[in-house]
């Protein structure tokens, strides 16, 4: 858990080529931290709607195309 922290992922690395020229000057935000599953649920029960549906896909493995991106780890 700590070592998520550590990545800022508001900010793409602009040296990630194509993928930056088209989506990387649009996630501008910085100091975003990897939220935790348990703030997500935190922050959906304040909104007090309890017909709230989540759906969560989770990865076993990891995705070689992700792994290129090149987020700043902080």
Known sequence: ?????KYDVGVMNPNCGEYYDL????????STAVPRLEDLFELV?????KNIILNIETKSYPDPAILTLGFYTG
Do not use: I, P
């Not at 858990?1 to 922290?5: A, F, N, S, T, V």
């Not at 989506?23 to 910085?30: D, I, K, N, Y």
């Not at 029960?45 to 709607?49: L, T």
């Open 1 to 5: 858990m700590e070592e998520l922290k």
């Open 23 to 30: 989506h990387g000057r649009t996630q501008v935000s910085h």
């Open 45 to 49: 029960k304040s909104y007090g709607d």
